[in-house]
């Protein structure tokens, strides 16, 4: 008997470069799941303050990881994420929690601890990896791998909006210091730091709309076949 491997479709590229709404976009569309591996690291980030755990304790905070109590609700509007059965849908968006998951994504305990759950998503009929290392470390045998980037300045923007759209409290030059400073930490770690895989398809999105990046990667998948 034949054991079919579903389809993986990795975009992986740096904070704010739009990767969320194209991934979500993508998974509708191809009605696929969905793995947004960064709310994995974020959620990690947010038990550990919950539970007192330094950010330099990595035997702790990889503890934690490998037993993240955590549920998706996927909806139509905004998902709602449960962590130990609270609601920490917006809490785990906030910029203080990004910088945090960064810190924690940076050790290598904590990475390998998520590997094993991140894969299980990987169900039929296929998925769309959201991340970091998608491509290069979770899903090297993904069928489609795309690096989607933009200008820091752009992707401060939109996250800008993005936060304010939710109702949370921004500012714009803080975000743009905490992008570059993501942006540094994420691409010079040891353990898989934020680079393309070399059979990646780059994908530039400074200048281009929402909609025109989800045609462009639509075109690559129906070339693929899926
Ligand atoms: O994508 P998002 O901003 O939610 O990710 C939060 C942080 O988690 C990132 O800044 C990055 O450091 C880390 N991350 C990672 N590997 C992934 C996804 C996220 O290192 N696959």
Do not use: W
């Not at 947004?36 to 539970?51: F, I, M, N, P, Q």
């Not at 990646?200 to 462009?216: F, P, R, Y």
Request: glycine content about 6%; overall charge negative; proline content about 4%.
């Amino acid at each position: 008997m034949t054991v079919s491997i579903p389809p993986v479709i990795a975009i992986d590229g740096p904070s704010g470069s739009g990767k969320g709404t194209l991934c979500k976009r993508l998974a509708q569309r191809m009605g696929y799941h969905l793995l947004d591996s960064g709310a994995l690291y974020r959620l990690v980030a947010l038990a550990a303050e919950h539970h007192g755990v330094g950010m330099e304790n990595e035997r702790a905070l990889a503890d934690i990881a490998a037993h993240l109590d955590v549920q998706f609700l996927p909806s139509d509007d905004s998902d709602k994420v449960l962590l130990e059965g609270e609601d920490v849908s917006l809490a785990i968006r906030t910029e203080a929690v990004g910088m945090n998951a960064s810190r924690v994504a940076s050790l290598t305990l904590v990475r390998r601890a998520l590997e094993s759950r991140q894969r299980a998503f990987a169900e039929a009929p296929g998925l769309v990896a959201d991340g970091r290392d998608m491509g290069t470390v979770v899903f090297p045998q993904a069928i489609i791998k795309i690096f989607l980037t933009a200008s820091a300045e752009e992707r401060a923007d939109r996250r800008y909006k993005q936060l304010k759209s939710k109702g949370l409290d921004a500012s714009l030059a803080d975000i743009l210091v905490d992008i570059k400073q993501r942006d540094h930490r994420d691409e010079s770690r040891t353990v898989a730091p934020l680079r393309p895989a070399d059979d990646a398809e780059l994908l530039d999105c400074t200048h281009l709309s929402i909609t025109e990046v989800e045609q462009k990667v639509m075109t690559l998948i129906r070339n693929r076949g899926l």
